[in-house]
Structures are given as C-alpha cells and as structure tokens.
C-alpha cells in the first residue's frame, strides 16, 4: 500500500518558482560561495524558515491562532521557536539537495515512459489510502 503525504507526479512550474524562493533566500546569506558554506548560513536558514511558515499550514491556522493551543506565546514565538527552530541547525548543503531532488520530480522521466506523464501514471497499480 502507498500512503502518499506530499507528493507530485510532475513538478509544476509554479511549484518549481517556489522552492526556488526557498534555494535563493539560502543562497543570498552572505556566507554562502555559490552553496560552499565555510559557516551555519543563518540569516538564509531564517528566509527560508519565514517563507516555509507561509505554506506548512493554513491561512486559517494564522487567521485562527493556532499556534497558541501548541503553546506558543504569539505569532513571533510560533516562527522563532517552531519554523526557525526547525530549520536552523539543518545542512544547508541537505536542504539544497532535498531542494533540488524535488525540484526534478517526474515519474515519467525515465526509459520506460519517455515522459508520458499519462502512461506513467495508469502503470500504477499500488493500492492507496
């Protein structure tokens, strides 16, 4: 069985301009030499961090504060603590490559489909949730 959380058969256009946001804002620290990092990029690690809070949940989740019934004080502890926190001790050189494995996803690119995205997707014969 295939239980799917995020995923995409086929990176959009769109989508790619998004995570391009998130590979520039890491590759605008002024520590990063074209991704060779000799320090923790934090300022691009903090960008990356804010942009990502935009899209991990809901505009009704800020709307609503929910980030208080996780306990958190107000919206500036929510994305220090918990968006900022989760990504400021990470690899950047990990983030770009996860960046950049996303951003080539197409289950059609390969031998067998040729890019038929079509054709790629009717051979799926995994039961799903």
Known sequence: RVASV?????????NKLQL??????LLADAGCADG?????????????????????VSSDFYRQEKFREYGYGS????LINACEGAYCHADPHN?????????S?????????????AEALGSIRAKTL
Do not use: H
Request: net charge positive; aromatic share 12%; hydrophobic share 50%.
């Open 36 to 56: 060779a990092y000799e320090r923790q990029p934090w300022k691009g690690l903090r960008a990356l961090a804010r942009i990502e809070a935009g899209w991990a």
């Open 95 to 103: 983030l770009l490559a996860q960046l950049n494995t996303w951003k």
């Open 105 to 117: 996803a197409d289950v059609s690119n390969n031998a067998r489909f040729k890019g038929n995205l």
């Open 20 to 25: 391009e946001s998130l590979e520039m804002a």
């Open 75 to 78: 919206l500036e502890d929510f």
């Open 6 to 14: 995020c995923a995409l058969a086929r990176m959009s256009t769109f």
